[in-house]
């Protein structure tokens, strides 16, 4: 089982950046495929970035490509969400997930650990 810790949300104006971190409680954490999605008010949880387990292959929703980059410190048991150019329909909670897969996934589904979420908000 691998605890993950979101944190580095906060409110931001349009157009400006947020780098997310999750941070996960083991030394395993670099045989997990991992995720981020996010959750707006009133909506379903829904899938923003996924990445395997070496870093090397990164997969997106469409509104994320361009604008958002997953990645991750094996070393360092963190997993990293850079988000620019941030509009206000990116307001949302953010969540890590981590997923036991030989690849990227991108199916809510399949990934068995989740952190708590950390808000994130832009203004326009």
């Known amino acids: 089982q691998v605890q993950l810790i979101e944190s580095g949300g906060g409110l931001v104006q349009a157009g400006g950046s947020l780098r997310l971190s999750c941070a996960a409680s083991?030394?395993?954490?670099?045989?997990?495929?991992m995720g981020w999605f996010r959750q707006a008010p009133g909506k379903e949880r829904e899938f923003v970035a996924t990445?395997?387990?070496?870093?090397?292959?990164?997969y997106y929703t469409d509104s994320a490509k361009g604008r958002f980059t997953i990645s991750r410190d094996n070393a360092e048991n963190i997993l990293y969400l850079q988000m620019n150019s941030l509009k206000p329909e990116d307001t949302a909670v953010y969540y890590c997930a981590a997923a036991e897969k030989m690849d990227y996934t991108i199916v809510l589904e399949e990934y068995a650990y989740w952190g708590q979420g950390t808000q994130v908000t832009v203004s326009s």
């Open positions: 990445i395997n387990w070496s870093g090397d292959s990164t």
């Open positions: 083991r030394r395993a954490f670099r045989y997990y495929v």
